[in-house]
């Protein structure tokens, strides 16, 4: 049976992280291994960096890819010893494309350039790792993920056409009977053979994608973290590993800005009945969360989720119209237009207040379109808390000498946003 291994940013941040990745997989030995990475540490927050500047026509653009350059190198030079060995070229040769993008103009559309240079951080883990389980005798396959994701020409959220995904498996699922395989998380491919994104942390979904396409044994995300945790146990000292988690819960944790796991990873694995272990990636030995149809959820735990960096955006008509159904479907539209996700939503009669991470350009492009409409304000660095299995008492603890914007509460959710 197959399994399928995710390793996050941190599992690949530097030389000595690939070797205990390298350690981690060669105690499966006996078993048929996908392997999933995200790009090396902070390279994607560097590769979007070098598109902003590129789009804005900044004359830092080569200093910043030099250093990103760099960073590749030196995690080579401690892996492989000597610049002679063929990764070396295989690097250089995936900066070429980004080099070639940088002469010519940028595309009108920043999404589209986004997806072209940030995914390119997937493409030079991918090598190198795959190069390194070759060095230590792991009989290992690259494969480009393009060749199997398939989506839309929705930039920086491409939406997978599910079917035609689903029939490229076979060609992976022939390589994995020989060799282990390494391929990259969070990118897809259009079929004009332009790169796109699954939305940012989205390497998770793509695994799910795999795992539950090839109906894998299982999946398991090495993270940074003993497991999922019930809250942030650098916010919550009291902070309680899960042994295990039913699918649906761990899915309502995701969707409320849980970020050990991308909102969408859930629902694949759920469909095909693959099992999801969350697992430490430096205690490899640890068992971690297990998430599947079978757990049990003890709901004397409460789960607490912030999300910082929030915006409250409350809109209202000029001329006293209601908020109803037809403007509310207008407003929703607009939302979506502008690539928002909502995290928390309020409507009155004649205002409709929302909750959504922040984020100046998108929020821009939102108010151009409502302002001439619409009164519009906003509130921005607001907290939004989510709870899940909320205790009263413990509700008046996480928000005493905080001020309180907005509050919401079902039978077992309380959303409350903090200033």
């Known amino acids: 049976m197959i399994k399928v291994f995710k390793f996050g940013g941190f599992a690949v941040s530097d030389a000595g992280s690939v070797k205990n990745l390298v350690k981690i997989v060669s105690e499966y030995s006996d078993d048929q291994i996908l392997i999933i990475v995200s790009a090396m540490g902070k390279t994607t927050d560097a590769l979007e960096k070098l598109c902003n500047s590129y789009v804005e026509g900044k004359e830092d653009a080569q ?81 480009d993920a393009r060749d199997f994701i398939h989506t839309d020409n929705t930039y920086r959220e491409g939406i997978i056409d599910m079917d035609k995904t689903r029939s490229s498996m076979p060609v992976l699922n022939s390589a994995l009977q020989k060799q282990t395989v390494v391929t990259q998380g969070f990118i897809g491919g259009t079929s004009e053979n332009f790169s796109t994104t699954l939305g940012r942390e989205g390497s ?77 990636f430096l205690l490899p030995d640890e068992k971690g969360t297990r998430i599947d149809s079978t757990a049990k959820l003890n709901t004397d735990i409460s789960a607490i989720i912030v999300k910082q960096n929030q915006m409250l955006l409350s809109i209202s008509s000029k001329d006293f119209s209601f908020i109803d159904e037809h403007i509310l479907i207008y407003l929703l539209q607009c939302i979506s237009e502008a690539h928002i996700k909502l995290n928390m939503m309020q409507r009155s009669a004649l205002s409709l207040s929302f909750c959504f991470n922040q984020d100046e350009a998108k929020f821009r492009k939102l108010y151009d379109i409502l302002k001439d409409k619409f009164k519009c304000k906003y509130n921005e660095g607001l907290d939004l808390i ?27 959710t309380a959303q409350i946003i903090l200033q």
């Open 63 to 143: 200093d910043i890819l030099k250093t990103i350059k760099q960073f590749h190198e030196n995690i080579m030079v401690e892996l492989f010893g000597t610049k002679s060995h063929p990764v070396f070229d295989e690097i250089a040769n995936t900066f070429v494309e980004i080099e070639w993008m940088l002469e010519d103009e940028p595309h009108p559309d920043y999404d589209f350039n986004y997806d072209q240079i940030v995914s390119v951080g997937e493409f030079l883990s991918s090598r190198i790792v795959a190069a390194y389980l070759n060095e230590n005798n792991i009989d290992t396959k690259w494969m």
């Open 204 to 280: 998770d979904y793509s695994a799910a994608i795999f795992a539950s396409l090839l109906n894998a044994e299982s999946l398991t995300v090495w993270k940074d973290v003993p497991g999922i945790m019930n809250a942030d146990p650098r916010l919550f000292a009291s902070a309680q590993k899960y042994e295990e988690l039913p699918y649906s819960e761990a899915l309502e944790m995701a969707y409320y800005g849980a970020t050990v796991i991308h909102p969408k990873t859930i629902k694949p694995l759920q469909n095909a009945g693959v099992p999801l272990f969350v697992r430490p």
């Open 386 to 412: 989510t709870v899940r299995h909320f205790k009263r008492e413990e509700l008046e603890t996480i928000t005493a000498g905080r001020t309180i914007i907005m509050e919401q509460f079902s039978r077992n």
